[in-house]
C-alpha cells in the first residue's frame, strides 16, 4: 500500500511545486538539475501530478536538497489544522499565542530559526555558485 492509499490528502507534485518555490528554483532550474530529457513544461507536468514515481521523486529530492519524504508527507491541510489549535482559542474569537507556561526561551526559538535560515541561504549560495560554473563549463563546452 503506498503513502496516498493512507493519506489521499497528499498531493506530491504539488509539494514539489510548493517546496520549489519557498527555495526560490525556478522551474527552468529544476529541469537543468534533472538533465537533458526536463524542461519548465515537463516540471509544470510533474507539479500537477498527484503521485511521482519514486526515482523521480528521490532525484527531485537531491536537486533540491530535501528529503523524499517531505514531499510524500507535507499535507497542508494538516499543517494549516495544528496552526489553527495552536493559535485560535476553542470559540476561535481570540488569540491563545502567548503562553505563560512557556517551557522554552522564545530568544532561543528566534536565534534558533535564524541560524537556519542563514544556514539555508548560505547553502543556496553554494549552490548558485556550483551552478554558475557548471554553466561556465557548458558555455566554453560550446564556444
Known amino acids: 500500500m503506498t503513502h496516498t ?18 527555495l526560490g ?19 509544470s507536468l510533474l507539479e500537477q501530478k498527484e503521485t511521482i514515481d519514486i526515482i523521480l521523486l528521490q532525484q527531485i529530492s537531491a536537486a533540491l536538497k530535501i528529503p523524499v519524504e517531505v514531499f510524500q ?3 497542508e491541510d494538516q499543517a494549516v489544522n495544528v496552526i489553527s489549535n495552536t493559535f485560535t482559542s476553542n470559540d476561535n474569537s481570540t488569540l491563545n499565542a502567548i503562553n505563560p507556561n ?42
Open 25 to 43: 528554483i525556478r522551474q527552468d532550474t529544476l529541469a537543468f538539475e534533472l538533465g537533458d530529457d526536463w524542461n519548465p513544461q515537463r516540471i
Open 102 to 143: 512557556c517551557t522554552f526561551n522564545p530568544i532561543d526559538k528566534i536565534v534558533e530559526l535564524y541560524d537556519e535560515k542563514i544556514a539555508l541561504y548560505e547553502r543556496m549560495l553554494k549552490d548558485k555558485d556550483e551552478m554558475m560554473a557548471r554553466l561556465e563549463e557548458l558555455v566554453r563546452g560550446k564556444s
Open 73 to 75: 508527507n507535507y499535507n
Open 5 to 22: 492509499a493512507k493519506n489521499p490528502k497528499i498531493h506530491e507534485g504539488r509539494n514539489v511545486k510548493r517546496f520549489r518555490e519557498m
